[in-house]
């Protein structure tokens, strides 16, 4: 499938919407590390684009005390693909994340 041609403007914008996105995924991973959100209300929120877009992975390493060895261990255990983004997650799946990490 080839690029859409975008003119400059249209490339800036996006650029501009792809780097607001990291940005509040960056700000949410910091909430979740200092426990000012929990892991339960991310979860709630999994039809925010930006919550929905977040891999598995990334998040469950945010969480206090969970490093990416115990993250990708845990995810394994599960049966959750290490490139499973929140929003695909099932119901089962969030479940068994949250008896794990609360």
Request: glycine content about 8%.
């Amino acid at each position: 499938m080839a690029l859409p041609n975008l003119s400059d403007a249209e490339r800036r914008a996006a650029l501009e919407k792809a780097a607001r996105a990291r940005q509040a995924r960056a700000e949410l991973k910091k909430k979740l590390k200092s426990g000012s959100v929990s892991l339960k209300e991310v979860l709630g929120k999994s039809d925010d684009p930006i919550v929905g877009r977040m891999k598995v992975g990334n998040l469950l390493e945010s969480l206090p005390g969970v490093g990416k060895a115990r993250a990708t261990k845990k995810m394994n255990e599960l049966e959750i693909s290490p490139t499973r983004r929140v929003q695909g997650l099932g119901a089962n799946q969030r479940q068994n994340l949250l008896k794990e990490f609360s």
